[in-house]
């Protein structure tokens, strides 16, 4: 398929720009991808899809505070450090802007104690820096960011923004994006969930911004993905093998939980492992572990537009991002959501 196909237009009324008041009060949109039948519902009703023994695979991931402002020591000229992975002790994979004018030797200032040494430049983009002193934990370095909220938010980042861009279940520190699929879930519709004999497997993908990144290439195979670290214990495999072999449904909380679950999949089972991924499902894509997909409203030419749509048909994915837009439904990381049966 052509990147044009996965083009629609958008308002800039529909893109949220924050939260609904309380998780689990956000529009619900089903679709049945055999029928092409729409359903209006609200996000807590979401518990009705489930039967017991099935399995609910969320991403529990936790968001950094990945957006760091400093000044050049030089001139003073302010510089936005966008934090991606870190690499050991204190050298970290960032990106900087405005880049025009860096350059490796450049130190960046953050405060009287604390500052940073550009050590490289990278591909796509992508600088090494090293933070000193050198006897900084992670800790302290986060001290300095904020959450890295996503450019279509045109607001500054508010004190609510660093609880509610994290999911309830949020835990492993790595991501520089939330799930955010699995931001509407509570604590409480979890427990629900589980008391109707649902297993609820905790896994994780740390997100990066490669998982955002528009396609650029027309031709949308040719796109290459960034690698994501992910981890499937021997548990919640083996809860997920069983529920295929038994004939119960498997669902998946967000296209980065999906990707995991599909990259571990090897002869028809699932594996226990920690890996990094590139996979990148765009149609046509034959899915070997989900059976039904919860996940948010997404970007115009992005691959997690070109996932659901391999999920479910293309056509039938636009026909209700249309149909949301006719019922004012919220799109994008603070929006409403989608589950696909």
């Known amino acids: 398929m ?69 000044n050049k020591e030089s001139t003073k000229g302010r510089v936005e450090v966008f934090l991606l992975n870190r690499f050991n002790g204190t050298l970290w994979n960032a990106l900087l802007k405005p880049a025009k004018r860096l350059r490796p030797g450049v130190k960046i200032v953050f405060n009287e104690q604390i500052g940073c040494n550009i050590e490289e430049r990278g591909r796509d983009g992508k600088w090494k820096i090293k933070f000193y002193p050198e006897t900084l934990t992670e800790k302290d370095i986060f001290s300095l960011g904020e959450v890295p909220l996503p450019p279509y938010i045109k607001r500054k980042v508010e004190r609510g923004d660093y609880d509610r861009y994290q999911t309830v279940y949020a835990r492993r520190q790595g991501s520089v994006a939330s799930p955010t699929a699995g931001l509407h879930f509570t604590e409480m519709m979890l427990t629900r969930i589980e008391r109707n004999g649902v297993k609820v497997i905790r896994m994780f993908l740390h997100i990066g911004l490669g998982t955002f990144r528009s396609v650029k290439t027309q031709d949308i195979s040719l796109h290459k993905m960034d690698s994501e670290y992910y981890e499937i214990n021997r548990k919640g495999a083996m809860a997920i093998n069983a529920a295929k072999k038994n004939g119960s449904a498997v669902f998946a909380v967000g296209t980065s939980t999906t990707r995991a679950l599909e990259t571990a999949c090897r002869d028809g089972e699932v594996m226990a492992e920690s890996r990094w991924t590139e996979k990148f499902i765009y149609p046509p894509y034959k899915f070997k572990v989900i059976d039904h997909l919860i996940t948010n409203f997404h970007l115009p030419r992005t691959t997690l537009l070109m996932l659901v749509s391999a999920f479910a048909d293309r056509k039938l994915i636009l026909n209700a991002y249309e149909e949301a837009k006719k019922q004012g439904y919220r799109f994008f990381s603070y929006g409403d959501a989608m589950l696909i049966l």
């Not at 979401?46 to 969320?58: A, M, Q, R, T």
């Open 2 to 70: 052509n990147l044009d196909d996965f083009v629609f237009s958008l308002p800039r009324k529909f893109i949220a720009q924050y939260p609904p008041e309380d998780r689990g009060t956000s529009k619900l949109l089903v679709l049945d991808r055999k029928t092409g039948e729409i359903e209006h519902r609200m996000f807590a009703e979401i518990v009705d899809y489930f039967s017991p023994n099935d399995v609910l695979c969320i991403n529990n991931t936790k968001v950094i505070p990945a957006r760091l402002y400093g």
